[in-house]
C-alpha cells in the first residue's frame, strides 16, 4: 500500500511538472483581462409578459337600426369621433311627432289653468259650486303631467337619435369590425373592437415570494425583440392563486414604441442583495475538472496566466460572484481576470494582454513602438489604476 502510494504521489508529481514544462512551452496567448471588483448583486428572475392596451373595448351600438357607415379596419380615430351610424330615417320621424305631442300638452295645460282661475272667481261669487273648481285643478294637475310625460319621450327620442351615431369613447385604432356594413344591429350588440395605444401598458406575472423587493423598486428592465430598456411599475397586484403562485406587475410602456400583443421580458429582483467579488460570466471556464478562472499575474518570467478554481455565487446581468475553492489562494478586487482567450490557455502560460478583441484576434501590436512585453506590463499597470479591464 505505501509502495501504491509513493507511486501515485510520483505520478501526480510527474504530471504537475509535465503540464508546467508544456505550459512553458506554449507560444504567448493573446488575451483581454478585466479587474475583478466587489459590487452589490442580487438574484434576479427574467419572468414574461406581454404589452397590453389600458382600454381595449367592443363597441356596442346602443339602439337598433341598420349600420349605414363603419369605419374601416386600422383607422386611428380621436375621442368623440364617429366610428360608425345607424339609419335614423324613423326616429326622426318619431321625434317630430313626439314635438308635436309636447305642444299638444302644453297647450291643453294653458287652457285647464285658463279654466282654474276662471271657477275660482265664479266660486268666489257663489255663481259655481266648489265641485267644478276641485273638477278643473284636477285636470290642471293631470294636464301637468301630460306634459311633462310628452317632454320625457322627446327627450328619449331626441337621445335614441344621438345614439345612432356611434361615437369613440377614447382615441385608439379600430382593431376589429364585428360588424358588417348594412347589417341590422341590435341594442347591446357590439359593432367594433377599439384599441387604446397611446398609454401602453405591460402586464408580467412575478413570482410572490418576490412581493417585497417590487416595493421597494420603481422601475423594471424589460427587453423583447424590438429592444431593451426600463418601464416604470403602474401597480403591484399581491394576489396569487394557489398554483401557479404569481402575482400581477403592471408596467407604464407608454415610452415605447411597441405594439400591443408583443411579447416581452422583465428583470425581476429575487433576493436580497449582496456585496460580493464579481467578474464577468465570460470570465468562467468549464472543464472536466470543475469551473475556473485564469489571473494574470506579472513574475520575473515575465506575465503568467495562473488557474484557479472558483465556487460560483449568485450572478446579475452579465456578472457573477466567485470565490476561491482553495484556502491557500484568494481572489481580490483589482485582480486581472482573463475574459476571452482563456479556451485552450494553460496554467502558467505566457500571455499578451490586448486592448480589444480585434486585436486579440489579429494577434497585431499594441499601439506605439513598444514591444507585447512591455505593452502587456503596461497594460497591467494601466488596469489596476484603474480598476478595470481594456
Same mark, same amino acid.
Given at each position: 500500500?505505501?509502495?501504491?502510494?509513493?507511486?501515485?504521489?510520483?505520478?501526480?508529481?510527474?504530471? #504537475?511538472?509535465?503540464?508546467?514544462?508544456?505550459?512553458?512551452?506554449?507560444?504567448?496567448?493573446?488575451?483581454? !483581462?478585466? #479587474?475583478?471588483?466587489?459590487?452589490?448583486?442580487?438574484? !434576479?428572475?427574467?419572468?414574461?409578459?406581454?404589452?397590453? #392596451?389600458?382600454?381595449?373595448?367592443?363597441?356596442?351600438?346602443?339602439?337598433?337600426?341598420?349600420?349605414?357607415?363603419?369605419?374601416?379596419?386600422?383607422?386611428?380615430?380621436?375621442?368623440?369621433?364617429?366610428?360608425?351610424?345607424?339609419?335614423?330615417?324613423?326616429?326622426?320621424?318619431?321625434?317630430?311627432?313626439?314635438?308635436?305631442?309636447?305642444?299638444?300638452?302644453?297647450? *291643453?295645460?294653458?287652457?285647464? @289653468?285658463?279654466? &282654474?282661475?276662471?271657477?275660482?272667481?265664479?266660486?268666489?261669487? %257663489?255663481?259655481?259650486?266648489?265641485?267644478?273648481?276641485?273638477?278643473? /285643478? #284636477?285636470?290642471?294637475?293631470?294636464?301637468?303631467?301630460? &306634459?311633462?310625460?310628452?317632454?320625457?319621450?322627446?327627450?328619449?327620442?331626441?337621445?335614441?337619435?344621438?345614439?345612432?351615431?356611434?361615437?369613440?369613447?377614447?382615441? $385608439?385604432?379600430?382593431?376589429?369590425? /364585428?360588424?358588417?356594413? $348594412?347589417?341590422? &344591429?341590435?341594442?347591446?350588440?357590439?359593432?367594433?373592437?377599439?384599441? @387604446?395605444?397611446?398609454?401602453?401598458?405591460?402586464?408580467?406575472?412575478?413570482?410572490?415570494?418576490?412581493?417585497?423587493?417590487?416595493?421597494?423598486?420603481?422601475?423594471?428592465? !424589460?427587453?423583447?425583440?424590438? $429592444?431593451?430598456?426600463?418601464?416604470?411599475?403602474?401597480?403591484?397586484?399581491?394576489?396569487?392563486?394557489?398554483?401557479? *403562485?404569481?402575482?400581477?406587475?403592471?408596467?407604464?410602456?407608454?415610452?415605447?414604441?411597441?405594439?400591443?400583443?408583443?411579447?416581452? %421580458?422583465?428583470?425581476?429582483?429575487?433576493?436580497?442583495?449582496?456585496?460580493?467579488?464579481?467578474?464577468?460570466?465570460?470570465?468562467?471556464?468549464?472543464?472536466?475538472?470543475? &469551473?475556473?478562472?485564469?489571473?494574470?499575474?506579472?513574475?520575473?518570467?515575465?506575465?503568467?496566466?495562473?488557474?484557479?478554481?472558483?465556487?460560483?455565487? /449568485? $450572478?446579475?446581468?452579465?456578472?457573477?460572484?466567485?470565490?476561491?475553492?482553495?484556502?491557500?489562494?484568494? /481572489?481580490?478586487?483589482?485582480?486581472?481576470?482573463?475574459?476571452?482567450?482563456?479556451?485552450?490557455?494553460?496554467?502558467?502560460?505566457? !500571455?499578451?494582454?490586448?486592448?480589444?478583441? *480585434?486585436?486579440?484576434?489579429?494577434?497585431?501590436?499594441?499601439?506605439?513602438?513598444?514591444?507585447?512585453?512591455?505593452?502587456?506590463?503596461?497594460?497591467?499597470?494601466?488596469?489596476?489604476?484603474?480598476?478595470?479591464?481594456?
Amino acid at each position: 500500500m505505501k509502495k501504491i502510494i509513493q507511486l501515485l504521489f510520483l505520478a501526480a508529481l510527474s504530471f #504537475s511538472f509535465t503540464r508546467a514544462v508544456l505550459a512553458q512551452q506554449f507560444p504567448p496567448a493573446n488575451v483581454n !483581462v478585466v #479587474s475583478a471588483k466587489i459590487t452589490s448583486l442580487a438574484p !434576479v428572475v427574467w419572468v414574461s409578459g406581454t404589452v397590453v #392596451s389600458p382600454n381595449d373595448s367592443d363597441i356596442a351600438a346602443e339602439i337598433s337600426g341598420r349600420l349605414i357607415s363603419l369605419s374601416a379596419i386600422g383607422s386611428r380615430v380621436n375621442k368623440g369621433d364617429i366610428i360608425a351610424r345607424i339609419d335614423d330615417k324613423q326616429l326622426k320621424i318619431q321625434f317630430k311627432e313626439e314635438q308635436a305631442n309636447v305642444l299638444n300638452s302644453r297647450a *291643453h295645460l294653458r287652457f285647464l @289653468e285658463t279654466e &282654474v282661475t276662471r271657477k275660482t272667481q265664479l266660486v268666489k261669487q %257663489k255663481l259655481s259650486p266648489a265641485t267644478e273648481l276641485d273638477k278643473a /285643478i #284636477s285636470e290642471r294637475d293631470i294636464a301637468k303631467g301630460d &306634459v311633462i310625460v310628452a317632454q320625457a319621450r322627446l327627450a328619449r327620442t331626441e337621445q335614441d337619435l344621438a345614439y345612432t351615431q356611434l361615437k369613440a369613447p377614447f382615441a $385608439g385604432i379600430i382593431a376589429q369590425r /364585428i360588424a358588417s356594413l $348594412g347589417e341590422y &344591429v341590435d341594442n347591446g350588440g357590439a359593432i367594433v373592437r377599439l384599441v @387604446e395605444t397611446a398609454n401602453s401598458e405591460a402586464t408580467v406575472f412575478a413570482p410572490i415570494v418576490a412581493y417585497q423587493f417590487l416595493k421597494q423598486a420603481k422601475q423594471l428592465a !424589460v427587453e423583447s425583440p424590438l $429592444g431593451t430598456g426600463t418601464a416604470k411599475i403602474k401597480a403591484l397586484v399581491p394576489v396569487a392563486n394557489a398554483r401557479s *403562485h404569481l402575482m400581477e406587475v403592471r408596467l407604464d410602456m407608454s415610452t415605447f414604441d411597441w405594439p400591443i400583443g408583443l411579447n416581452i %421580458k422583465a428583470k425581476v429582483a429575487n433576493g436580497p442583495s449582496a456585496m460580493a467579488l464579481a467578474v464577468p460570466r465570460d470570465a468562467l471556464v468549464l472543464r472536466r475538472d470543475g &469551473v475556473s478562472v485564469f489571473r494574470v499575474n506579472k513574475t520575473d518570467k515575465g506575465v503568467i496566466a495562473e488557474q484557479i478554481a472558483v465556487e460560483v455565487g /449568485i $450572478g446579475m446581468d452579465d456578472l457573477v460572484a466567485i470565490s476561491s475553492t482553495l484556502s491557500t489562494i484568494e /481572489i481580490n478586487e483589482g485582480d486581472l481576470i482573463i475574459i476571452r482567450g482563456a479556451e485552450r490557455l494553460q496554467s502558467g502560460q505566457s !500571455v499578451v494582454i490586448k486592448d480589444n478583441n *480585434h486585436t486579440l484576434i489579429s494577434g497585431g501590436k499594441e499601439q506605439g513602438n513598444k514591444d507585447a512585453g512591455d505593452n502587456t506590463a503596461d497594460s497591467i499597470a494601466d488596469s489596476k489604476q484603474n480598476g478595470k479591464g481594456k
